[in-house]
């Protein structure tokens, strides 16, 4: 089980010292939005180089953007830890996955909560991470949505069937009341924003989320 904690519901004057204060954390999350695809904006590429030259932790980078198709090589060529892009937005995602995975970074497929699993076709073959969204993508904050816990079981039977190993992370109002059903329903990485950074202790929450999730896989 892992944690991700999203930069964000962090200070964005203070990221670098904001960073540090997660070092529990197995990734940092990072929101990469264009208020085009998502009706926020967020980062951009100068921003995440930046985050990947001080940042301590592997950036897993999450692209919610239009022209997907011709800036996720950029951010993958930054040398972050894993680049993840949103089904919805690319219009040939096989070859963006390969081009993707080619720069040696690992590569993920976001589902929004309305698009449906049978949409992915052969693409799990093609990539490392399925995000499924527990929340309509663009702000942080959100309260999770019940039926995705239904949807991730789902998700969850698809990857076992597939040969290639794919980890399935969830995001979107993920707290310490759910994260225990979250796993049971499959989930093995975790996005939290606000219910880490929230916290004055972080790492202890961060510590705190993975133990209940561990459960939640355990009962499985």
């Not at 830890?81 to 949103?86: G, I, K, L, Q, R």
């Amino acid at each position: 089980m892992q944690l991700y904690p999203s930069i964000l519901s962090a200070d964005f004057a203070n990221l670098e010292a904001e960073l540090q204060t997660i070092s529990a954390a197995d990734a940092v999350h990072v929101d990469v939005m264009d208020n085009h695809f998502v009706p926020n904006l967020t980062f951009g590429l100068q921003m995440v180089k930046r985050l990947q030259e001080v940042s301590g932790i592997p950036l897993d980078v999450h692209l919610m953007i239009e022209n997907v198709d011709r800036l996720a090589i950029e951010y993958a060529q930054l040398g972050v830890a894993s680049v993840t892009f949103h089904l919805e937005a690319s219009q040939n995602p096989v070859e963006l996955a390969r081009n993707i995975r080619e720069t040696g970074c690992k590569v993920g497929v976001a589902l929004k909560p309305g698009t449906d699993l049978d949409q992915l076709h052969n693409l799990l073959s093609e990539v490392d991470l399925l995000l499924v969204m527990t929340v309509e993508p663009g702000f942080g904050g959100q309260q999770l949505i019940p039926s995705m816990l239904e949807k991730i079981s789902e998700a969850k039977k698809l990857i076992s069937a597939n040969p290639q190993s794919v980890k399935l992370q969830v995001d979107g109002g993920v707290t310490a009341e759910n994260i225990y059903q979250l796993a049971l329903a499959g989930a093995e990485v975790f996005v939290a924003g606000s219910s880490v950074f929230g916290k004055e202790n972080r790492n202890l929450e961060i510590n705190n989320l993975r133990a209940l999730a561990q459960e939640g896989g355990l009962a499985r």
